[in-house]
C-alpha cells in the first residue's frame, strides 16, 4: 500500500470523504477523543466529517452533555462522550501527572495542596454547578489558598485529571467547569488491558492505516503500552509494511466513497493531522512547511495540503485561500464547494 492510498484510506476511516454519522456524540464516540483546544475549530471538526450539520447542532449535543470538553491524553483538550471519560483517564491520568510533576512543583503545588483546593472547589461546584475559573480561583482564595493564573490553571488540570471536573456551558464567551459526576458516575472497577484494547480498537478503526508510534504519540502512552494495546486487535485487523514501518488498519468492503471533489477545509489541531506522529504522508515536500505551520488552517486535497485559508470570525463571506503553489492548477469549483460547507455550518 503507497502512501496515496493510506491517504484514501484515512479520509474514509476519519469519516472526512464520507460517514454514515448524522449525531455529533456519534461522531465523537467513533473517534474515541478529538483535541479541542481551539473551541471553535473543534465543533467546525465535527462540522467537517458530518454533512448538513450546523454548528448549532454541535453546541445543542454540548449543552445537553452528550458531548464534554476535558483534559486527557497528551493532555490537551479533547471533545469525548461522557461513558468514555472515567475509564480513559484512569487509564492516561496516572502518566500525565507524572510529565506534569515538575510543573507542580514549580509552582509549589503539592498534591495535599491541590487536593484541598479541589475539594473546596467541589464543594463550591455542588451549589453553583457551574462557575467559571476566576469564580472558582477566588473561592478557593477566600478559603486561604493563594494561588496565580497560572498555578490555578494547573489545579483546575489536576482536578480534571482526578476526575473531578469538566467543562459546562459556555457563559457567553467564557469557559465554565462542573463536575463530571453530573454526566457519569464514578468508576467501580477499571480492568488496564481491557481498556488498552478498547483505546487501540478504536483509534486504528478510526485512524488506520496507522503505526504503533502513531498510536503513542496520539494517546501519550508508552510505545511498550501501545505496542500492548496493538497485540490485542482482533484478527479483523491487517498489517502491511511501507517505507519499512508497519501499519495497522481494519479492512472494510466499502472504505472509501469519493467525496465528490475531494478538497476540504480543515481547521487548527485536525485530528487528520494530529493523530500521527509521523506527517510526510500529507506534507508535500515541496512546500517549505514549518511544524508550527502544520497546526495552521489547511486547505487539504486529495489528502495533501495544498495550501491555508483564514476567515474573519464576524464575517463568514469572505473566506481567503493561499495556495502554496499558485502556480499549479487547482480545482475551483471544489475549493468553491470546501468553503460552502464550512459557510453553511456557521449559519444561524
Partial sequence: MDNQEIRTLRLANQQISSTDFTKPEELVKYLGAMQAQEYAMAKWAIGLRIPNLTVQDVDAAIDAGKIIRMHLLRPTWHFIVPEDSRWMLALTAPQIHKKLKSFYSKFD?????????????????????????????????????QTTSQSFSFIILFGELEGLLCSGKLRGNQAVY???SKFVAPLTSFNREEALATLALRYFTSRGPATVQD????????????????????????????????????????AYVPNEYGTFLFPDFDEYGISYKNR???????????????????????????????????DLSEVRIELFNPKKRANQHAIHK???????????
Avoid at 495535599?112 to 475559573?133: D, P, Y
Avoid at 512547511?289 to 464576524?314: A, C, N, R, Y
Fill in 109 to 145: 503545588l503539592t498534591p495535599k495542596k491541590m487536593h484541598q483546593a479541589c475539594s473546596i472547589i467541589e464543594e463550591a461546584l455542588v451549589v453553583e454547578k457551574e462557575l467559571t475559573r476566576k469564580e472558582l480561583a477566588a473561592i478557593v482564595a477566600e478559603k486561604g489558598i
Fill in 178 to 180: 462542573t463536575l463530571l
Fill in 338 to 348: 470546501a468553503v460552502t460547507n464550512y459557510q453553511q455550518f456557521h449559519l444561524k
Fill in 280 to 314: 510526510d504522508i500529507f506534507l508535500n515536500k515541496e512546500y517549505p512547511i514549518s511544524p508550527f505551520m502544520e497546526h495552521k488552517h489547511w486547505l487539504m486535497v486529495e489528502g495533501m495540503i495544498e495550501g491555508t485559508w483564514q476567515s474573519d470570525k464576524s
Fill in 215 to 254: 498510536f503513542a504519540y496520539w494517546s501519550g502512552l508508552s510505545i511498550k503500552d501501545a505496542r500492548l494495546g496493538t497485540q490485542f486487535l482482533s484478527n479483523d485487523f491487517s498489517s502491511f509494511l511501507n517505507d519499512g514501518k508497519e501499519y495497522w488498519y481494519l479492512p472494510t468492503n466499502n
